[in-house]
């Protein structure tokens, strides 16, 4: 059982390093017995690379809403696994899962199995890839689907601005606003991205933001009558140049700030332009997708006929077997991801 554990804790930007890929024992294709009643053994099949994961790397100094990883241990993620044994009874051999995982071959997954695993019910018809359970069906899906519809409340006709607009959650954001009859433009790190953008995902503009020597005039050409919604991915400068081209009552849903995430404190960008926020009368919203687990059966039925009929597109960006893992995970924060970044473990 190959694993790829976090070895040391992370400062600045991480590096392959910090991780390892451990050849383990054979694993029995059984549980043992000796596992605590109703464990579940499965087989990973897609393990998902998330921005989320890099907090989790630092040496943990205050208070989070996510437990930091253990040097040593197996990193934990999302992921989409079959089961291969299981002594919980809503689960049997031969189940496909999605949810918390470990970034290993195989995982043995302890009670309460349910509150980390779901079982999928909908693969096998209508163009429905199981990886998709890593992105537009899973945790980034509902991000994308709680923080604009619940977050941004957003209304025809509004204007809507998302940064790392072609990545796991914000292609889904721009394709959700344009769906609500919002104009939607999006930022992202390379002319690749940005064509994609506008010819995939349906965004009715785009820019560069590496090539735009000026953000703030890069919005106003594009929100000349200002900005309603921010769908907030990245933080930093961007966030200042958005918070002067908002309009009077504009609303921001602030999702991620993967801009600073490798920063150390003294090293974060300050916000300068938080005035705006009472001139304009902004409401800035923080959220975080576990909130809203609720959500998803209503989520999940009303995305899959938009996936099934084409409706909506969804990019993926998968790497090749677990020795690929951690160079991945690395990536996002370099903007080597085109769409989802996942990784694939073993065959369907
Ligand atoms: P992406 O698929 O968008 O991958 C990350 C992308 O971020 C990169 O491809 C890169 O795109 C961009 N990026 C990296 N570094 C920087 C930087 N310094 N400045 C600007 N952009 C940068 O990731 P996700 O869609 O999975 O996540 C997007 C955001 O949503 C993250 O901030 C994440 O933490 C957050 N998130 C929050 C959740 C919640 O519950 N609140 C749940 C899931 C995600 P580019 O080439 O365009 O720069």
Request: contains cysteine.
């Amino acid at each position: 059982n190959r694993r790829v554990i976090l070895k040391e804790y992370v400062e600045g930007y991480p590096r392959e390093e910090h991780m390892e890929l451990l050849r383990g024992a054979e694993v029995p294709l059984r549980l043992t017995g000796t596992e605590p009643a109703g464990s579940v053994l499965v087989r990973n099949l897609y393990l998902s690379c998330d921005p989320y994961m890099r907090p989790k790397m630092s040496r943990p100094l205050r208070e989070s809403y996510t437990a930091a990883f253990v040097p040593g241990d197996a990193i934990t993620g999302y992921g989409v696994a079959r089961v291969l044994d299981s002594s919980d009874p809503r689960l049997a051999p031969g189940d496909l899962v999605w949810g918390i995982t470990g970034w290993e071959d195989y995982s043995v997954v302890t009670p309460p199995v349910t509150k980390f695993l779901a079982k999928i019910s909908h693969h096998g018809g209508g163009g429905v890839p199981l990886s998709y359970y890593t992105g537009i069906l899973g945790m980034p899906g509902l991000t994308a689907y709680v923080g604009f519809h619940e977050i941004c409340a957003p209304k025809k006709g509004e204007t809507v601005f998302v940064s790392a607009a072609s990545g796991a959650v914000g292609q889904l954001v721009g394709q959700f606003a344009r769906l609500a009859g919002c104009h939607v433009v999006g930022s992202a790190g390379s002319k690749e991205k940005v064509e994609l953008l506008k010819t995939k995902f349906g965004f009715h503009d785009a820019f560069n933001y590496k090539e735009e020597p000026d953000l703030g005039a890069a919005l106003k050409r594009c929100f000349p009558d200002g900005i309603d919604i921010y769908f907030e991915n990245v933080g930093g400068a961007m966030l200042d140049a958005v918070l002067l081209n908002m309009r009077v009552h504009g609303r921001i849903a602030v999702c991620g700030l993967i801009s600073q995430y490798n920063l150390a404190d003294g090293e974060k960008d300050a916000v300068r332009n938080l005035g705006a926020v009472i001139a304009k009368r902004l409401r800035l919203q923080g959220f975080i997708e576990p909130d809203h687990k609720h959500l998803y059966p209503q989520y999940e039925a009303w995305v899959l006929p938009y996936i099934r009929d084409g409706t909506l597109a969804y990019v993926e960006d998968v790497a090749e077997g677990l020795e690929s893992a951690s160079k991945a995970l690395i990536g996002l924060f370099h903007g080597r991801n085109v769409g989802k970044q996942l990784v694939r473990v073993a065959d369907d």
